[in-house]
């Protein structure tokens, strides 16, 4: 049975490494020969009614496609030693396999209605991932996931009915009408919030941390390439729409808000998978901001060198979690360093691409963003917010290398700490050579005519000097004995709020559900239980109950009742015959 099981992620590695490896070479020569094709398959035929699925294949799908199957390929052979105690492995790799599916469908289409099957594909595969591990905290966790996430499945159904008024569902048709045209805002509004919600912008970002109750290897792929960089291709390929309106200030401004939270956020954080998970929400923050100022090609560039080393940091962070016994607190590790060097060298590799360490991946894309934020016409507000994210960026990646790799090991000397088996190391290694060079060999890819940017020697450096001052920044936030001597207890509730993402967790979840449920409390106290109960059935009852106990009397055989009614009786009679009379 183990043996099959392992074969069952074999093949499915072999097979979609070589259609990642086919895909990469097809994009090549997409962009070569600057080529798009546009693939209709016709359903069914019915009277005049035909029902067409359509495909767009550019040097852009291709690309991205490549890259989802290279890292879901690695991730499925990694998954093959770090889910090996899992009985129900099979069933694990092939929901792997339907996200991956979801996300291929909604990257080739053009159309909105099949990229909605693949949006709700992956809305619906990331719960039943997120909630693998059955507990409590999973349950809650994919609950929050499916519910946020549910917010852009309905602004993308909104958007596919107001297209009824174009005659077509294929957006591709009418981007540039939707540049020019005032109708289309609202499209494009509804599409814009889509991709907030898929890409967890503010004020949808609680979902993104809880995602960390999946399996580390989903992590890595939900993280990296899938679920949350939907969002921003959706927002790649209707890039037009954020050029003209006031729909790319708003995104700025939202998106360098995400950044500057989530790397505020993950400087007080001590869960090693959420602090990755907080720098995926910067970087998407990033990614967003730039696409939002009109440079969508640096986005896409960023979202591919990204991709690549986040994938790597979730297996690095898998692979520690894993020799940890499932301890996630950075505060006890330390010393990783000298009994798992291979794993921590990758995590170094995959820490400095994401500072930006030059000549890694991560250095080619956000460099040149910088760069490009530094030449446009920016205000100062959004210009701050992208330097400082950046040196936030560093500070927190310097303050985990700091807490886990150095100093002394803090957890039980019981732990045999090793660097795991061949399998996981090989996924590994494999995505640290692509974090190494995947920057400069995009980079030489997409943007083959040289451009000068030419700026200011204090600009030009004053991404380095941030980088350095970060790097200061996460020594000083690590060392312990200087932490408690700032005495950070004493302002315990502001730090509260920045570690807790501004509250955003706590507002997405009991301040979404307190107030409907206290109103629905007081409107049960008030009316169920209250004035409709005492003048409804209740006071039925007592009325009904009242007169019947009063006939009682009358008929209980009583000689002194009977004397009186006959009495009565007799006087009404003698009135009426007087009255005739």
């Known amino acids: ?158 958007a596919i009915a107001w297209m009824l008024n174009y005659g077509s569902w294929n957006y591709i048709f009418y981007l540039d009408l939707m540049g020019k045209n005032m109708e289309m805002m609202v499209i494009g509004g509804l599409v814009m919030l889509a991709a907030m919600t898929k890409s967890a912008q503010i004020p949808f970002s609680s979902w993104l941390p809880a995602a960390m109750a999946a399996p580390t290897p989903v992590s890595a792929l939900v993280h990296s390439s899938t679920l949350v960089t939907a969002g921003v291709y959706l927002l790649i390929r209707f890039n037009i729409l954020l050029v003209n309106w006031w729909m790319g200030q708003f995104l700025l401004l939202v998106s360098g808000l995400t950044m500057f939270m989530a790397g505020l956020g993950a400087n007080f954080e001590f869960d090693l998978k959420k602090i ?177 940017i030419c700026l200011p020697l204090n600009l030009k450096m004053l991404t380095l000097f941030v980088c350095i001052l970060g790097g200061v920044m996460g020594y000083i936030l690590s060392n312990v004995k200087l932490f408690f001597m700032n005495k950070s207890l004493n302002y315990y509730n502001f730090i509260y709020f920045i570690g807790s993402m501004w509250f955003m967790p706590i507002i997405s979840t009991i301040g979404v559900i307190n107030y409907p449920l206290k109103l629905g409390l007081y409107s049960y106290k008030s009316f169920d239980q209250g004035w409709s109960e005492y003048f409804g059935a209740q006071m039925l009852y007592f009325k009904l109950k009242f007169y019947s106990l009063y006939l009682q009397e009358f008929q209980n055989n009583n000689l002194k009742i009977y004397m009186l009614s006959y009495m009565l009786w007799f006087i009404v009679l003698l009135m009426l015959i007087m009255l005739i009379n």
Request: aromatic letters at 18%.
């Open 1 to 158: 049975m183990v043996n099959y099981l392992i074969n069952y992620c074999k093949i499915s590695f072999y097979f979609l490494i070589f259609i990642s490896f086919s895909l990469f070479c097809l994009s090549i020569k997409f962009i070569l020969k600057d080529l798009v094709y546009f693939i209709e398959w016709e359903i069914l035929t019915m009277q005049s009614m035909s029902i067409v699925m359509t495909f767009l294949f550019d040097w852009m799908s291709l690309m991205f496609m490549s890259f989802v199957l290279l890292i879901s390929s690695l991730v499925i052979f990694y998954s093959n030693q770090y889910m090996e105690e899992d009985y129900n492995i099979n069933r694990f790799i092939l929901l792997v396999l339907m996200f991956v599916m979801s996300m291929m469908m909604l990257i080739i289409s053009p159309n909105l209605i099949s990229i909605l099957l693949g949006w709700d594909g992956l809305g619906l595969v990331s719960y039943c991932l997120v909630i693998y591990f059955q507990n409590v905290k999973s349950y809650n966790a994919g609950m929050l996931t499916a519910l946020s996430n549910r917010i852009g499945d309905v602004a993308l159904l909104l």
């Open 276 to 452: 990755i998970a907080l720098s995926t929400l910067s970087q998407l923050g990033l990614m967003m901001s730039i696409l939002s100022m009109g440079y969508y090609k640096l986005a896409f560039f960023h979202l591919l060198t990204h991709a690549l080393f986040k994938a790597l940091l979730f297996m690095c962070a898998g692979s520690i979690i894993h020799n940890m016994k499932n301890s996630q607190d950075i505060r006890m590790m330390g010393s990783l360093s000298m009994s798992m060097p291979l794993t921590c060298s990758c995590f170094n590799v995959a820490n400095l691409a994401l500072c930006g360490m030059p000549f890694l991946a991560g250095f080619y894309s956000k460099d040149l963003i910088l760069e490009m934020v530094s030449l446009s016409y920016l205000n100062f507000f959004s210009f701050f917010l992208f330097f400082f994210s950046t040196g936030l960026t560093v500070c927190y990646s310097f303050r985990l290398v700091y807490y886990s790799m150095t100093g002394d090991f803090n957890s039980s000397v019981l732990h045999p700490l090793n660097d795991k088996g061949w399998t996981m190391i090989f996924s590994i290694f494999f995505l640290m050579i692509m974090a190494i060079i995947g920057g400069s060999m995009l980079s030489w890819l997409m943007f083959f005519n040289p451009m000068m």
